[in-house]
């Protein structure tokens, strides 16, 4: 066993070295401040409201006070209530479906690309389908049927469809990885097919699998937020599609309820906006082709 | 008397390493003329690559641990990034080793010339650029119409001249080519070769730092040659003298050792040289090639460190030719 | 002596491009055989088809038509129970150090792998002994190349590290793809001393692919000379080198840099023709370069045996 011990701390180091080669990059400390942030936020905010997020609190459309840090809304919720839950949702959604459909994703692209042959032509086949019939009529057709709807549905669901470009990007740089000499050094040492995928192809993609993930969840979040606002989204709860969907539907911004309708918008653009950065952040340091050698 | 173009002194470049430092460029000095092709050779891993590389973009892990490299005033490598990027590809610029693999396969020889000039001058005219391609293509025995095609299209040799070309659009002064050559036949390698001096006839390029292992083709284009040996230059000295009268005891071996066309092994035996080059995160205190060499000292050579001496025209680093 | 591969009608063919592409026939109907115990270089130039030969050799890259037949059985059609003996027999180096290891892990892993795979029942010190003793036959420090990652390595150390995991196996057959172009003229020669050792002790063939002519003829007992994909002269190495008959090999021995005499005038060339145009050519590809072109050229000339043991494809010594 002496050897496994020795492979996994091997292992350990390179994720070490990887992760502090990722924090040298400004834009990757920027951007994963900014979702520590919403994450600490999303985790300690319910604690630091007395109210529910659907609770009727006695004033409605109240402007921002001290006893309602974002005012409340027509109906007398709490708008910040709302907020640090719904974020809490979304956040949820994001990390399981973008989580799910990574995973998928990455299984069906590395054996599609080591395999070849008829093996990624029936996988391809698949995720071509899947790409190319409007998953969001399916989406429709899916939540319709379903009379109950909460955040582990709508993550599945967004898991399940999302999945395919994340497939064929993963099978392609499998492709060209398989014909590295590298690999071919692994096959002349006879090394099985799976030992191959896992231990030469699949490490030189962990970062990139990383950057997946992270779009993925970026990806999951904003599919959940338009899912919220043509009305499939959950049906009990609280996301911040929804509070954007209400801001909208009872014209939050024309009666001049801008604490209704801005943070919900605001908190999902800086989201995006802070993956983006990272990715971005992650791009340049690990993009072999913006490194030298 | 030609003036130097680049005056190198005293330079250190080293790795940042788990296991320290490595030194793989320690304490090298020597001078590229005006309009002269200057040859480096040495055993692989002796620091050719990175000194080169140095010039252009030191970068971690390489660090600069002390000497110049003087460049019309610029020292290149402590220069701020705003000097050299108004240096690099306009000036000064490189051919590296395995240069058009690396090209992305999917753009087109246009793409790459695109970005490479834009890169280095974003107000150059890039029509008038291209215009200068198409003449040099013809220059160098290649259709206009390469600009338009993908790296796979071309041959081995055709990819080394179309590289030749687009690294010297910008009329740099200094040339550097690692190892440019090596993958071709010798016929292309002539070809290429020949280019190579006929680009500095024609004062596309003023000199050029040519790196290779192949000391016959470096004596056919080389003026000068500075051998290297792990990280230290053990001689410099014209062409035919370091091939026909080498001094330094690496030189003799290297030379010794060369093939040549009609030498069987079954009928005649070369050797090549006992030993290992020396770690260079620790080097052996003394010369560095001391441990592999016929002539050593005991006593001196594993101990001191040769000095640098000028004898009949050349300079070598070793005891034996020390005044002691 | 007996035939250990034979190369059977090998063709492999690559598309380039997707729409308005073209293809390249890299290798054309080779065939050739190396025998058990010798050198076998394959010389010819950059986009040959050299790499291409190894690689379908060494079973990684499957022929379009024809085929290699290893002890008599076509590598294609072993069983999976048979590829461990087959890799057990024939080993590759390649021509690409850096692309040999992969990034993510240490140079030893190549090395460890060997016994892991191939000999699972030494013991931990004999391999340390085995590969300590393998690093420094290829001239190498083993403390300055253990334990490093392939980015804190030169070239040569890479290459040499890659013969050395080649050795360890002690293969029946080697296929190496330039194993020495990234190496110094001093450890050439000792990397090639070592394969003319192999085979004078212990019979191991070498097929040794390369450009350098003079290193093809220091060390080996054939030779083939490979353009565009079509074999054009092959013979024993007297025969290629000494009484060299097509004007490719004649041209190629012509332009040798040499240490003796520099090159006076300059060689003059003619405008090669794009790749497309070559593997489109119908007669010899040979043709755009050849200053005795004829007419007759627009046709391929076969592969015609003048001597013994030599082969040469040129219109000017086909029987008609
Ligand atoms: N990133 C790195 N980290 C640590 N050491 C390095 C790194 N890159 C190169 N080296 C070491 O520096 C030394 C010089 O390497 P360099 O690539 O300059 O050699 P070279 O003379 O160009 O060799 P070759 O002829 O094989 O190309 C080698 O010993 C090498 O192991
Ligand atoms: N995967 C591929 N796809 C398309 N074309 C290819 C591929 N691999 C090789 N080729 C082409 O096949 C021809 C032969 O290539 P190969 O690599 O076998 O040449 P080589 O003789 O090894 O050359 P070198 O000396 O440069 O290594 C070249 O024209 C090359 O561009
Ligand atoms: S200094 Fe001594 S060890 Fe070094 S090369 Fe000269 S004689 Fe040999
Ligand atoms: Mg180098
Ligand atoms: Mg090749």
Redesign the interface.
């Known amino acids: 066993m002496r050897i496994d011990v020795e492979k996994l701390h091997g292992t350990l180091q390179a994720f070490r070295e990887g992760i502090a080669l990722a924090l040298s990059n400004w834009k990757v400390r920027i951007g994963l401040g900014i979702i520590a942030f919403f994450v600490f936020l999303a985790l300690v905010g319910p604690y630091l409201t007395p109210y529910k997020p659907l609770q009727f609190t006695g004033a409605i459309n109240a402007p921002p006070s001290p006893q309602h840090p974002l005012g409340t809304n027509s109906f007398g919720y709490d708008i910040f209530s709302q907020l640090v839950y719904g974020l809490r949702a979304s956040l949820e959604v994001g990390l399981l479906g973008g989580a799910l459909a990574t995973l998928i994703g990455v299984v069906v692209g590395f054996v599609s690309g080591y395999k070849g042959g008829i093996v990624d032509e029936g996988l391809m086949m698949l995720t071509n389908i899947l790409l190319v019939i409007p998953t969001l009529a399916l989406l429709i057709i899916i939540a319709a049927y379903l009379p109950y709807r909460g955040v582990l549905i709508e993550s599945l669901i967004i898991g399940l469809t999302a999945w395919p470009w994340t497939a064929r990007a993963v099978r392609a740089q499998t492709m060209s990885l398989r014909n590295r000499e590298f690999v071919h050094l692994a096959i002349l040492t006879a090394l099985p097919s799976t030992r191959i995928i896992f231990e030469e192809i699949a490490p030189n993609m962990a970062s990139y699998i990383f950057m997946v993930f992270i779009l993925q969840f970026g990806g999951a979040i904003l599919y959940a937020v338009g899912l919220d606002f043509i009305g499939l989204g959950p049906t009990k709860g609280i996301s911040l599609g929804l509070m954007l969907q209400q801001a909208v539907l009872w014209n939050a911004i024309q009666l001049g309820l801008w604490w209704w309708a801005i943070p919900p918008g605001l908190v999902i653009t800086l989201l995006i906006t802070a993956l983006y950065i990272v990715n971005t952040g992650l791009d340049e340091v690990f993009n072999p082709r913006l490194r030298r050698r | 008397m030609a003036r130097p173009l680049l005056t190198i002194e005293n330079l250190r470049v080293y ?1 940042d ?1 788990p ?1 320290g430092l ?1 030194k793989a460029v320690d304490g090298v000095s020597f001078e590229v003329m005006e309009g002269e092709i200057l040859g480096i ?5 002796c620091g050719k ?1 990175t000194l080169i590389h140095s010039l252009i ?1 030191l ?1 971690p892990p390489m660090k600069y641990a002390g000497g110049k490299a003087l460049y019309s005033g610029v020292n290149l490598v402590a220069a701020p990034p705003s000097v050299m990027k108004r240096i690099r590809y306009r000036e000064i610029s490189i051919i590296p ?2 240069a058009m ?1 690396a090209a ?1 396969p999917a753009k087109r020889i246009r793409d790459l010339v695109r970005d490479l000039v834009r890169s280095a001058d974003p107000d150059a005219d890039i029509e008038e650029v291209f215009e200068r391609a198409r003449e040099r293509l013809k220059l160098v ?3 206009p ?2 600009l338009d ?2 790296p ?8 080394q001249r179309t590289i030749m070309v687009v690294s010297t659009l910008l009329n740099p002064k200094l040339l550097l080519a690692d190892e440019i050559t ?10 290429v ?2 280019l190579l001096k ?1 680009f500095r006839d024609r004062g596309i390029v003023r000199s050029v730092i040519f790196v290779t ?5 470096l ?2 284009i080389a003026d000068r040659i500075v051998v290297m040996y792990a990280g230290k230059v053990v001689e410099i000295g014209s062409a035919d003298k370091i ?2 009268d080498p001094l330094h005891p690496y030189t003799k ?3 010794s ?9 079954r009928r005649q ?5 006992a ?7 620790n080097p052996p205190p003394g010369c560095r090639f001391a441990p592999r060499c016929r002539y050593a000292i005991a006593g001196l050579c594993n101990r001191e460190e040769p000095p640098t001496v000028e004898v009949d025209g050349r300079i070598v680093s070793c005891w034996i030719y020390a005044k002691r | 002596m007996s035939v250990l591969v034979r190369a059977v009608d090998l063709t492999k063919e690559f598309r380039v491009g997707m729409i308005g592409g073209f293809r390249i026939i890299a290798v054309d109907e080779v065939n050739f055989e190396v025998r058990e115990g010798e050198i076998f270089s394959i010389v010819g130039e950059s986009g040959s088809g050299k790499t291409t030969i190894a690689r379908m050799m060494l079973r990684l890259l499957r022929p379009t038509r024809g085929a290699i037949l290893y002890r008599g059985k076509d590598v294609w059609k072993l069983k999976r129970r048979e590829i461990k003996w087959f890799y057990r027999e024939v080993q590759g180096i390649f021509q690409d150090p850096y692309a040999t290891f992969n990034p993510v892990h240490k140079v030893d892993r190549v090395l460890n792998l060997v016994f892991q795979v191939f000999y699972p029942h030494t013991s931990e010190r004999e391999r340390r002994e085995r590969i300590e003793e393998a690093l420094k036959s290829v001239g190498l420090n083993p403390r300055e190349v253990l334990g490093k990652y392939p980015h804190q390595l030169s070239g040569g150390q890479l290459q040499r590290i890659a013969i050395a995991r080649a050795l360890l196996i002690k293969p029946k057959l080697l296929v190496a793809d330039e194993p020495v172009s990234m190496l110094d003229a001093s450890t050439r020669i000792d990397v090639l001393n070592i394969l003319a050792e192999l085979r004078d002790r212990e019979g191991v063939s070498t097929v040794l692919i390369g450009h350098d002519l003079s290193l093809a003829y220091y060390i080996s007992d054939r030779v083939l000379v490979l353009y565009r994909g079509s074999i054009v002269e092959m013979g024993s190495v007297e025969d290629v080198f000494e009484k060299p008959l097509h004007p490719y090999t004649e041209m190629l021995l012509e332009s040798i840099p040499r240490v003796d005499k520099k090159w006076e005038k300059r060689m003059e060339f003619k405008a090669e023709a794009e790749e497309r145009e070559v593997y489109a050519l119908s007669g010899c590809r040979f043709a755009p370069r050849c200053p005795y072109a004829s007419s007759k050229c627009a046709e391929r000339p076969p592969l015609t045996r003048v001597d013994k043991e030599h082969y040469v494809a040129c219109w000017l010594y086909a029987k008609r």
């Open positions: 790795y390493s296991r490595v050779a040495g055993e692989s891993g690559s973009l970068k080793q395995y693999n992305p025995n290649l259709s119409r390469v095609m993908y796979v299209e071309l041959s081995g040799g055709m990819k090596s993958a071709l036949d010798v016929s292309t390698q002539r070809v070769l020949e006929d292992h192949d000391l016959a083709s004596y056919q091939i026909h071996a290297l030379v050792s060369l093939p040549r066309l009609g030498v069987h092994y035996k070369l050797s090549g040289l030993g290992h080059p020396p770690d260079l995160v």
